[in-house]
């Protein structure tokens, strides 16, 4: 099992700032991507960004130049800081961890999501 932890959600003014944390605990023996994705009210979820643990980024369009996602490799952390925060950036967002377990086996888990509302 993967826990997967979010933090750092909550209500932003348009042009303000939100960090994003998402701290994974279990049998982990390693995780290759971690990644934010979202989900807005009545759209599906989609790709924020995303890291590996060499550390190649892959972005939405929607977002480059603003956000920049991040990881910390030995805390199994990542990262999302959101700069010049639009409305159309509300949304549950939610992290995401693929890896390998001690075991061998490979897992694949999302964390329950953090709120993120930009609003004035």
């Known amino acids: 099992q993967v826990q997967l932890v979010e933090s750092g959600g909550g209500l932003v003014q348009p042009g303000g700032s939100l960090r994003l944390s998402c701290a994974a605990s279990g049998s982990i023996f390693s995780i290759y991507a971690m990644g934010w994705y979202r989900q807005a009210p009545g759209k599906q979820r989609e790709l924020v960004a995303t890291?590996?643990?060499?550390?190649?980024?892959n972005y939405a369009d929607s977002v480059k130049g603003r956000f920049t996602i991040s990881r910390d490799n030995a805390k199994n952390t990542v990262y999302l800081q959101m700069n010049s925060l639009k409305p159309e950036d509300t949304a549950v967002y939610y992290c995401?961890?693929?890896?390998?377990?001690?075991?061998?086996?490979?897992?694949?888990?999302w964390g329950q999501g953090t709120l993120v509302t930009v609003s004035s």
């Open positions: 995401n961890a693929v890896g390998i377990y001690y075991s061998g086996s490979s897992f694949d888990y």
């Open positions: 890291i590996t643990s060499g550390g190649r980024t």
